[in-house]
């Protein structure tokens, strides 16, 4: 009994389509958004992550459908990240019917822009999303995937966007993303630590065990995975199974 | 069966699009989903949802400068099933000691309270505020709207303030640090701290209890 800590999928999607394939079992079309948001929430995902790579403007519009199409279909908590830069983007994805939002790079350019967002939309509803590469002793925001520095300290950004009025932090190690050696458990501890609203951990979950070690060592609220669940390896009633086995809350 | 209306009250506060798409799925073909702002639209309709999100001295004063504290009242005395979400329960209550101390709507005599920073679990891990996730109803009354919801069925909370669990009007508690009101009832109105739209699948029932509850408790 008590609050159960997440698991979130998260899918990558471009122009309507859900990339980097996504294997279930049963599924008729595995590219397909809203079939594969189904798929997970009726596996029991807590929450569903949906970060637009979209480069084109057409596409984005094909976003806000699909975002659409979810909401009508799953409910449970949903966020939609990429590309999100004004209040309009903000305002655009929630009519859509996602539940929160996620803002990355357009908080690095303008952090006002998270204090105007959550005043204007409530904090439950902004999520800061982090990606931090270790820099010598300490971790330093990056961009573009990892390849622009910022020279800013990730942990201390932590807090300032917390003070702004984030929700929540996605904090993506960019050290591990795609490595599957599991998370950076000291950068995720540390984050987790410094400020008072929930952290998801995200990038490097290579097995379920991961998951766990993120929660129990990394001090995470939530935990973000998406290719140990796309693929098939895993299913997300698995990944709770492990971590009720590790004494984690669990909602089953 | 003769039409119906159910009109979630939009006063500026947030995402209605979530929950305007949760009762479209539960609702029957009569039963007519509207989010609207429209005072005559809110008076002709046969049941209110008062949502809420964000800051309650904002929510409270849109309530006031829109009237929308005057049509809710109108719609309690006149009987009409009333669910209030999130914050739309916390304006439910006497007041809020959210921004330095908030006057609510006063249907039900309690206090709302931000939960403790530094709090830790049985893990001594770290008890975040604000309270996000899915955590265990405890159920305190049978009533029309827990028709199908057991007991320790898990809902999904986003919240920093909560009311206190008075005994009187608590439908059903929850646990997070301190034990509050995750549910609360009176005649015809009933509102949740927890978010039924996206709690499937006890919000859901809680939800399609609703848009066919005749407002008797």
């Known amino acids: ?252 | 069966m003769s039409a119906t209306l159910l009109t979630v009250i939009d006063y500026g506060m947030g995402n209605l699009h979530s929950v305007a798409k949760a009762l479209e799925h539960v609702a029957p073909d009569n039963v007519h989903i509207e989010v609207t702002d429209n005072p005559e639209r809110i008076r002709e309709a046969d049941r209110i949802l008062l949502p809420g999100v964000g800051a309650i001295r904002d929510c409270m004063a849109e309530i006031r400068r829109q009237g929308v504290d005057r049509l809710v009242d109108e719609a309690i005395r006149d009987g009409k099933p009333l669910l209030g979400v999130c914050v739309g329960m916390q304006a439910l209550l006497a007041h809020s000691l959210e921004n330095n101390g908030i006057d609510c709507m006063n249907y039900f005599d309690g206090e709302v309270r931000r939960f403790r920073d530094g709090a830790v679990d049985a893990h001594g891990l770290p008890m975040k505020v604000p309270h996000m996730g899915w955590n265990n109803v405890e159920l305190k009354v049978d009533h029309p709207l827990l028709a199908g919801i057991n007991s320790g069925d898990r809902f999904y909370f986003v919240h920093s303030y909560y009311a206190d669990a008075h005994p009187e009007y608590t439908a059903a508690t929850c646990d997070y640090d301190a034990t509050f009101a995750a549910m609360i009832y009176r005649d015809n109105i009933f509102a949740t701290q927890c978010h039924p739209e996206k709690s499937f699948p006890a919000g859901l029932t809680l939800l399609n209890n609703f848009v066919r509850w005749n407002g008797q408790p």
């Open chain 1, 1 to 252: 009994m008590g609050l159960a800590k997440r698991i979130i999928p998260c899918l990558d999607v471009d122009a309507g389509r859900v990339v980097k394939g996504v294997n279930f079992v049963n599924i008729r079309d595995a590219g397909d958004p809203v079939e594969v948001a189904k798929r997970y929430n009726d596996q029991g995902a807590d929450e569903i992550t949906m970060l637009d790579i979209t480069a084109t403007h057409e596409g984005r519009d094909t976003m806000v459908d699909t975002v659409s199409a979810i909401a009508g279909q799953v409910f449970i908590p949903l966020t939609v990240g990429g590309g999100i830069r004004t209040l309009d983007d903000i305002r655009t994805m929630l009519n859509a019917g996602a539940d929160k939002v996620s803002i990355n790079s357009a908080a690095i350019k303008n952090p006002d822009f998270v204090r105007e967002a959550s005043q204007r939309f409530g904090a439950q509803c902004i999520v800061v999303a982090i990606d931090a590469k270790k820099v010598g002793d300490h971790w330093e925001i990056f961009t573009h995937g990892g390849r622009n520095a910022t020279g800013i300290n990730a942990v201390e950004w932590a807090k300032k966007m917390d003070d702004y009025g984030a929700g929540e932090i996605l904090l993506t190690s960019m050290d591990r993303d795609g490595v599957k050696t599991g998370f950076d458990i000291e950068l995720t501890r540390a984050v987790a630590d410094a400020v008072r609203v929930p952290v998801i951990a995200s990038g490097g979950v290579g097995n379920l065990q991961h998951l766990a070690d993120g929660v129990l060592e990394g001090h995470a609220d939530a935990v973000l995975a998406a290719s140990i669940f796309h693929f098939g390896e895993y299913s997300i009633r698995e990944a709770k199974t492990v971590m009720q086995e590790n004494g984690i809350e669990m909602r089953v």
